[in-house]
């Protein structure tokens, strides 16, 4: 996608403040365009002046008595879409590009208009796979490594045929921006590939993107459209984000082609094991039934001891009046293992909680940095029951640089959000 600075015009023509109107109009006149910034003596912008301040003001007048004082101001680094959605928040034409508040650029609707005909979809705003295919690629060129994750939306074409199309297109509306708020700008690259598919490239390692579509995977099934009852959910699959050397002499793009291929395929083969599977409502409907002796999870305590290079963790958690207490062991070979160790433990802990023959299990545990320098743990646990298996996701923040309690709270999370008796779980 581009940017802002890509766009704009970059030998900027002013006005001064002090200057009458009929200076501004030989400008405008002369240059053939639309809209003045308004600089000062110490050529700091104060203000904005257009075609239509000028309009029937006497020529005489000075241009600080009809500039536009509140004008709008991007950053060159913003994409097209975000000054695009500036433009239509504050109503304006031409809009001032700052970068530390100094003076770069000026950018007129007329210039982005081209662009967003070519590369965005109308109805969720975002951009169609050939942004992202741009994307991508001047990120291999950069030396990054790619993963795509493909989304597709289950029985969407069922769900049009019930409701009618002008839900089916809330329903997108509403999924595409549940996407975007999930996705980092500065590591993702989010857009609508067809239908109701969704496409994110990232430059996350593959644990990591796979963390990240599990996550959004559970916020699109966790969302509600107007008043329908009915729920919405999407398959993932992922490709990439695994490479350990240097490419060489590589066509870029046949890769990105290769990687979307392969998560598209990877997603159909995913559908495919979900349709055998029953449907997750049945399944919450024997998990509240499961737990109805069971208050909400807490963590009372976590024990850890080495011997050699094994390492023992039990793990205390409480429910209501009571107490389960579970011990699992592994070889310490890096923190990694310890975390998951202590979420398995935690896992075995709430299943001692449930009716026979229902349990949790930890399925996937990441340690993934924010853009703010926290470190975050996610736990992906199935739920298994005599008659489904349905997977969910759980985070928690490392305080006071507390990874084992966060590898617990985590689990905690997933396990209540699975129950539904509590977003998460206290320290």
């Not at 509140?70 to 950053?75: E, H, R, S, V």
């Not at 926290?374 to 759980?394: C, F, L, N």
């Amino acid at each position: 996608m581009k940017t802002v600075a890509e766009l704009m015009t970059k030998d900027v023509i002013w006005v001064s403040p002090t200057a009458p109107v009929k200076s501004a109009v030989m400008l405008m006149k002369r240059h053939g365009i639309g809209a003045l910034p308004v600089l000062d003596a110490d050529q700091a912008v104060v203000g904005l002046v257009s075609q239509e301040h000028l309009l029937g003001e006497p020529l005489d007048l000075r241009i600080a008595e009809v500039m536009q004082r509140d004008f709008p101001a991007i950053d060159p680094g913003a994409t097209v879409q975000e000054a695009a959605e500036l433009m239509s928040r504050t109503g304006a034409s031409h809009l001032i590009v700052l970068d530390d508040g100094r003076l770069v650029g000026i950018l007129a609707r007329s210039d982005i208009l081209p662009e967003l005909g070519k590369t965005f979809d109308p109805l969720t705003g975002l951009p169609w796979s050939d942004s992202l295919r741009e994307w991508a690629t001047a990120a291999l060129k950069s030396g990054a490594e790619i993963a795509v994750i493909f989304f597709d939306l289950d029985g969407f074409g069922q769900f049009n045929k019930t409701y009618g199309h002008v839900v089916g297109d809330r329903v997108l509306q509403e999924i595409a921006e549940v996407i975007r708020r999930g996705t980092d700008p500065k590591l993702d690259f989010v857009c609508r590939y067809g239908g109701d598919e969704f496409a994110i490239a990232s430059l996350r390692r593959a644990d990591e993107a796979r963390a990240l579509a599990a996550i959004i995977q559970e916020r699109i099934a966790s969302t509600r459209v107007g008043e329908l009852t009915e729920t919405v959910s999407a398959t993932f699959g992922m490709s990439g984000g695994r490479r350990t050397r240097e490419r060489e002499d590589i066509h870029y793009a046949a890769t990105i082609d290769n990687l979307i291929t392969r998560a598209s395929k990877d997603c159909t083969a995913r559908k495919a094991r979900v349709a055998a599977e029953p449907r997750e409502p049945a399944d919450l409907e024997l998990a509240r039934a499961a737990v109805a002796r069971v208050d909400r999870f807490r963590i009372k305590a976590i024990n850890m001891s080495m011997t050699g290079t094994q390492v023992q963790i039990a793990v205390k958690l409480s429910s209501g009046k009571s107490e389960h207490t579970a011990e699992r062991s592994a070889y310490a070979s890096d923190v990694r293992t310890v975390l998951r160790t202590i979420s398995e433990a935690c896992a075995a802990a709430v299943s001692e909680a449930l009716a026979e023959e229902h349990g949790f299990v930890v399925d996937e545990l990441y340690v993934q940095l924010t853009e703010s320098g926290d470190e975050i743990v996610t736990v992906v646990a199935s739920y298994v029951t005599p008659g489904a298996v349905t997977k969910h996701v759980g985070s928690a923040l490392v305080r006071r640089g507390d990874r084992h309690w966060a590898a617990a709270a985590a689990t905690l999370d997933a396990v209540n959000r699975i129950l539904e008796i509590a977003p998460r779980a206290e320290q």
